[in-house]
């Protein structure tokens, strides 16, 4: 058995570029934990030294209330004993008073000469009764339960607190919960949750418009053309103003004195513009539903009169939408209650009431005659094979983007789009020669028809 010598240098070689390229990597991963070891030395000092200052200012709150509170006990115990020394000095006024008249009245009973008696028993009487009177005005009702015990001390509370002093650190990132959700055409309401919600004093939502760019990370990183909500207390939020038929994305941000962590973006939409079936547009052989919502043909005309109107020139058996649209990305859907003959799409506001649509330049159609598929603008005909079966047909319209499209929405098959430069309002359009159409309206675009854009 022989090597093959001239294999072993290209191994080396190749060994080698792979040892460099390891070291090189570990240097640099030297070099990034030394640099946050300095950071960790310089923060738990920044930190220390911040301990040291909250707690220097706690201790003076503690002196100054300490004070207050010492200034009030003193204050209290003054105002009690100044009002029970007077009350003491009227009480021994009177003693002394009561005492001597006490003494004067003995000796007057005393008295064995009756007329001397009787001369200055009056006088002694008037007296005592005064005496006696006097002592309820000069020695009112005293209070001897305000001995300064209904007073107390609780800092309960606050050791309580202080015993549960802490660093605080910044509030893990919330998650925001996309099922739970909900989008009307012009708002979303956001949900997220929180691991500690307690540590959280207020929460951010921030959001911009998805622009289909995959790579969210940079977008999040260039915050210009983000809406911020800030100071948001719950855990839900309602953004109104929004555009229809529109993909955003969401994050939201959990805050406190520490610091803030962001939630991984979340991509919500927002519903399609709902509209409903004008019945004041619809031809008189129709009829519209209480709800507006379907349109129904009126089954009492005969297929020869049918036959009349499709073939002849009595116009189209028609009703549009209750909106005219200008702007904006649109979806709505359309059941197919039966009918073999009808045409769904849309004509600029200027179409001619109850004209043939798809046979002018005002009107985009895709329409079903029996057996037979078509799409049809300005008289020029498409032939296109759906399901025999299709039973709903979804219409996406982006009108800044000039692109009509229609689906297959049930199985999801692409049958058309018209490319359009749109240069007026138009408005959804519906004609029906045999049964019934009920229109869907207010859906968010189906998540199938924001990732390709087909065109025929």
């Known amino acids: 058995q022989t090597l093959h010598p001239p294999h072993r240098p290209q191994m080396l070689d190749s060994n080698l570029s792979n040892l460099i390229k390891r070291n090189s990597e570990l240097e640099n991963l030297m070099a990034k934990l030394i640099q946050t070891c300095q950071h960790v030395e310089h923060n738990a000092a920044h930190q220390e030294s911040k301990l040291t200052e909250e707690c220097d200012t706690l201790i003076n709150i503690v002196q100054q209330r300490r004070q207050t509170i010492g200034t009030k006990i003193k204050e209290g115990k003054v105002v009690?004993?100044?009002?029970l020394a007077q009350q003491i000095s009227n009480c021994k006024q009177f003693v002394e008073r009561s005492s001597a008249l006490i003494a004067q009245a003995d000796q007057v009973l005393k008295e064995t000469d009756h007329a001397r008696f009787l001369q200055t028993a009056k006088s002694v009487s008037e007296r005592v009764s005064m005496a006696t009177a006097s002592s309820q005005i000069l020695i009112p009702e005293i209070n001897l339960n305000d001995a300064f015990d209904a007073f107390a001390l609780d800092f309960s509370r606050e050791k309580k607190m202080l015993e549960g002093l802490d660093y605080l650190t910044a509030p893990n990132a919330p998650n925001i919960r996309e099922e739970l959700c909900t989008a009307s055409h012009d708002t979303i309401t956001v949900h997220w949750t929180s691991e500690d919600e307690f540590s959280v004093v207020s929460y951010e939502l921030q959001y911009t418009i998805s622009t289909g760019q995959t790579n969210v990370v940079s977008l999040c990183n260039s915050m210009d053309s983000w809406m911020i909500v800030p100071n948001i207390k719950q855990n839900h939020y309602t953004v109104h103003g929004l555009q229809s038929g529109t993909k955003y994305i969401f994050m939201v941000k959990a805050m406190n004195q520490a610091g803030s962590r962001s939630s991984p973006p979340a991509k919500l939409k927002t519903n399609s513009q709902p509209f409903k079936l004008d019945p004041k547009s619809a031809h008189r052989k129709l009829k519209v539903s209480h709800d507006s919502l379907t349109v129904?043909?009126?089954?009492?005309?005969?297929?020869k009169s049918q036959a009349q109107d499709r073939f002849g020139s009595t116009g189209n058996y028609g009703v549009t939408g209750n909106v005219f649209i200008d702007s904006g990305r649109h979806y709505w859907e359309v059941l197919i209650g039966g009918s073999t003959w009808f045409a769904i799409g849309i004509a600029y506001k200027s179409a001619p009431k109850h004209g043939w649509v798809g046979k002018d330049s005002a009107s985009w159609v895709l329409s079903r005659c029996n057996t037979s598929w078509a799409v049809r603008h300005n008289s020029k005909e498409?032939?296109?094979e759906p399901s025999p079966h299709m039973r709903r047909l979804?219409?996406?319209?982006?009108?800044?983007?000039?692109?009509?499209?229609?689906?297959?929405?049930?199985?999801?098959?692409?049958?058309?789009?018209?490319d359009i430069s749109f240069s007026q309002p138009i408005c959804p359009v519906f004609s029906v020669w045999n049964k019934c159409l009920t229109v869907l309206t207010g859906l968010p675009i189906p998540d199938h028809l924001e990732i390709s854009d087909p065109h025929d």
């Open 80 to 83: 009690r004993l100044r009002k």
């Open 296 to 303: 129904e043909r009126d089954e009492a005309s005969s297929m």
């Open 382 to 384: 498409f032939p296109i």
């Open 394 to 418: 979804g219409v996406l319209l982006d009108y800044d983007s000039g692109s009509l499209a229609f689906y297959d929405a049930a199985g999801t098959q692409h049958l058309h789009t018209f």
